[in-house]
């Protein structure tokens, strides 16, 4: 299978296509987003 030219043809055209989504979703936000600042629970001692 590897060996087949069409094959390799169509594996390496799907490679491409799923690297270039994937370098797209990279860009970074236009705007910082802002989180809250948030601190877990504390059980301890609570049951």
């Known amino acids: 299978m590897n060996d087949?030219?069409?094959?390799?043809?169509?594996?390496?055209a799907i490679i491409e296509y799923l690297?270039?989504?994937?370098?797209?979703?990279k860009t970074e936000a236009k705007e910082?987003?802002?989180l809250p600042d948030l601190s877990p629970k504390d059980?301890?001692?609570q049951f």
Do not use: H, Q, S
Request: no cysteine; glycine share 4%; aromatic share 10%.
């Open 4 to 12: 087949n030219p069409n094959f390799k043809k169509t594996r390496n």
């Open 32 to 34: 910082a987003i802002v």
């Open 19 to 25: 690297m270039d989504i994937g370098n797209e979703r």
């Open 43 to 45: 059980f301890v001692n």
